[in-house]
Nanobody
Framework: QVQLVESGGGLVHLGHSLTLSCAAS????????MAWFRQAPGKEREFVAA????????VYGNAVKGRFTISRDIDTNTVDLQMNNLNYDETAVYYC???????????????????WGQGTQVTVSS
């Protein structure tokens, strides 16, 4: 049974950094596409970042390029999201997701992903 558990969320000051972690069980992260999405109150779930070993692709949403980094740790079977210079409008629930398939152009689509975590809240404050 596949399970994804996010951690690392919390309260962070404007312009500061935070690292989220996604612990996977029931699959090996080195073999799957792994992604992060986020959903702010009253908004659609938004693509943040994805990494696919199968296609050799790492992609980022336009809003986070140059500030966020997705990485995977094969030994601990986790996927991290390093977030720098956070803005108020990045307050959201952040979700980890995984997919067995999908090409590079599909990595940004929610429908590509088969399994989702429960999410972790990130709140950016002054």
């Amino acid at each position: 049974q596949v399970q994804l558990v996010e951690s690392g969320g919390g309260l962070v000051h404007l312009g500061h950094s935070l690292t989220l972690s996604c612990a996977a069980s029931g699959l090996r992260v080195r073999r799957y596409a792994m992604a992060w999405f986020r959903q702010a109150p009253g908004k659609e779930r938004e693509f943040v970042a994805a990494d696919s070993q199968r296609t050799g692709s790492t992609v980022y949403g336009n809003a986070v390029k140059g500030r966020f980094t997705i990485s995977r740790d094969i030994d601990t079977n986790t996927v991290d999201l390093q977030m720098n210079n956070l803005n108020y409008d990045e307050t959201a629930v952040y979700y980890c997701a995984t997919s067995q398939g999908g090409n590079k152009s599909q990595l940004m689509s929610r429908s590509t992903y088969d399994y989702w975590g429960q999410g972790t809240q990130v709140t950016v404050s002054s």
